[in-house]
């Protein structure tokens, strides 16, 4: 599956972006989708993430305020993020996996998106 990520910029800290993943190449509803992100020097982190039968998690820093869903019809899953921190600036990759998984390795990955939170 290839996926292509969009939607990232620049934003104030409190406000609001969502950001687009675009999957092509194989059946899109058959996959469990996810966002993951990186901040420079730090670890890939979840962000979130959305199962083949609709089950959502989400990273513990991003509760309350970010929300996943995906769209079968349209080989979409989406990223809304409200409420930004400063501390969100990151680039973000969008993650495939097929099955109903939530977790485990993701084998594909966009080439991701620059999100910028300014204080």
């Known amino acids: 599956v290839q996926l292509v990520e969009s939607g990232g910029g620049l934003v104030q800290a409190g406000g609001s972006l969502r950001l687009s993943c675009a999957a092509s190449?194989?059946?899109?509803?058959?996959?469990?989708m996810g966002w993951y992100r990186q901040a420079p020097g730090k670890q890939r982190e979840l962000v979130a993430v959305?199962?083949?039968?609709?089950?959502?998690n989400y990273g513990d820093s991003v509760k309350g305020r970010f929300t996943i869903s995906r769209d079968n019809a349209e080989n979409t899953v989406d990223l809304q993020m409200n409420s930004l921190k400063p501390e969100d600036t990151a680039v973000y990759y969008c993650t495939a996996r097929l099955g109903d998984y939530a977790g485990g390795v993701w084998p594909n990955w966009g080439q991701g998106t620059q999100v910028t939170v300014s204080s």
């Open positions: 959305i199962t083949s039968s609709g089950i959502t």
């Open positions: 190449g194989s059946i899109f509803s058959a996959h469990s």
